[in-house]
C-alpha cells in the first residue's frame, strides 16, 4: 500500500474550505486526494494523473468517500487547459507530489527501480512512446553525460556513459546497474549508490519532469482565488531548486521598487504570492520511522495575494 508523504502537513497546508475547489496534480493511490474529499462536503476535487492503474484504484477509493471528485488521465502539464475546458478558471488550491508512488516503484515490470530486473522502461504514462530503452540505447555518448550530471549530479557521469555506448545493446535494468558498477570505483559504488543518482537521470528525462515542473508552477499560481494555497512536495535537490526559486521569484519585489508602498508599485510587479513557511518542512521522526521513503522529501507552501 502506498503511503502519501508528509500527509498531514500538505493538508493541514492548503487550509481547505469545505465548498472549495481543490487539483491534486498527481492523484497517485489518493492518499492526498482522499482527505481532501473528506473536507469539502459542498466543493469539488479535480485529480491528475497519467497512470491508468493508479486511476482506476484511485476511482473506487474516492468513491467511497464522495462524489465530488473529476479524475483526468493527463500529466499534470496540461492542467490549466484540461481545467479550462471544463469551466474551472480559479481554484482554492493546488497539490502537488512530485514523488513516485510505492506500487509504481515495487512493480518491477515498470522498470523504475535499480534493485529489480525488468525492461528499461520508466515511462509513468506506459501510452508514451519514449523509453528509458530509447535514452540508454539511442543517445549520444555526450547526450548521457550532460543528463547524468545534470539530472543526477553524479560526478563518473562521463565514464558511466561512455561504457553504456560500448556495452549497447542493453535491455535489462541489471545490465545497466553493472555497467554503472564497473564504470567507477569499487567503493565508490557500494558507499554511494550512483545507480540511484542514473536511474533518477534517466527517469527525468523519459517522463520530461523538470521541464514540466518549470512550465507548471506559474499556471498554478495564475489560477489561485485571492487566499488560495499551492502545495508542493518534492524528493530531490533540482525540482526543490525549481520550487524555492520560482516562489522566492513570484513573492518579492523588483529591486527597482524596493522601499516603496505597495500601492506605489505598479501592479504588474507587486509579488503575487506570499511564503507560507519561510523553513522547507521535512518529515517528523515518527514518519521516518514509518516510511524511509520520506527522507528526502520537502514540502513548500505559498499563498495568493
Known amino acids: 500500500m502506498h503511503y502519501s508523504v508528509l500527509l498531514n502537513e500538505s493538508i493541514e497546508g492548503l487550509n481547505i474550505k469545505p465548498d472549495g475547489i481543490y487539483v491534486d496534480c498527481t492523484l497517485g493511490y489518493g492518499g492526498h486526494s482522499s482527505e481532501i474529499l473528506k473536507r469539502i462536503p459542498d466543493g469539488h476535487l479535480y485529480a491528475f494523473d497519467q497512470d491508468q492503474e493508479a486511476i482506476d484504484y484511485s476511482k473506487k477509493r474516492l ?12 500529466n499534470f502539464e496540461y492542467m490549466k487547459e484540461k481545467l479550462n475546458e471544463l469551466g474551472i478558471e480559479e481554484v482554492d488550491g493546488i497539490i502537488f507530489d512530485l514523488g ?48 547524468f550530471f545534470e539530472y543526477g549530479e553524479e560526478k563518473y557521469s562521463r565514464s558511466i556513459a561512455r561504457n553504456i555506448v560500448k556495452s549497447r545493446p542493453i535491455q535489462t535494468t541489471m545490465e545497466l546497474v553493472k555497467i ?21 537521470a534517466i527517469r527525468i528525462e523519459v517522463n ?15 489560477m489561485l482565488k485571492y487566499k488560495g494555497r499551492l502545495a508542493v512536495i518534492t524528493f530531490h535537490s533540482l525540482e526543490d531548486r525549481i520550487v524555492k526559486q520560482s516562489f522566492k521569484s513570484l513573492s518579492e519585489v523588483p529591486k527597482v521598487f524596493q522601499g516603496l508602498r ?44
Not at 564497473?182 to 550512483?194: D, G, I, T
Request: no cysteine; glycine share 0%.
Open 262 to 305: 505597495l500601492d506605489d508599485i505598479p501592479k504588474e510587479y507587486r509579488p503575487k504570492i506570499s511564503i507560507i513557511n519561510k523553513k522547507v518542512i521535512e518529515a517528523t521522526e515518527q514518519e521516518l520511522s514509518e516510511n524511509s521513503r520520506s527522507k528526502s522529501a520537502k514540502l513548500r507552501i505559498i499563498e495568493r495575494v
Open 63 to 74: 468513491s467511497e468517500i464522495s462524489s465530488n471528485f473529476t479524475i483526468i488521465h493527463s
Open 100 to 147: 513516485f508512488s510505492s506500487p509504481q516503484i515495487d512493480d518491477a515490470s515498470r522498470g523504475f527501480s535499480f534493485m529489480k530486473d525488468a525492461p528499461l522502461d520508466m515511462r509513468m504514462d506506459k501510452s508514451a512512446t519514449k523509453t528509458a530503452n530509447d535514452v540508454v540505447n539511442n543517445y549520444k555518448e555526450e547526450d548521457l553525460t550532460k543528463i
Open 208 to 222: 520530461n519532469e523538470l521541464s514540466v515542473l518549470k512550465t507548471v508552477l506559474p499556471d498554478a499560481i495564475n
Open 180 to 200: 554503472i558498477e564497473k564504470s567507477v570505483p569499487y567503493a565508490y559504488f557500494h558507499k554511494s549508490h550512483p545507480e540511484r543518482q542514473i536511474f533518477q
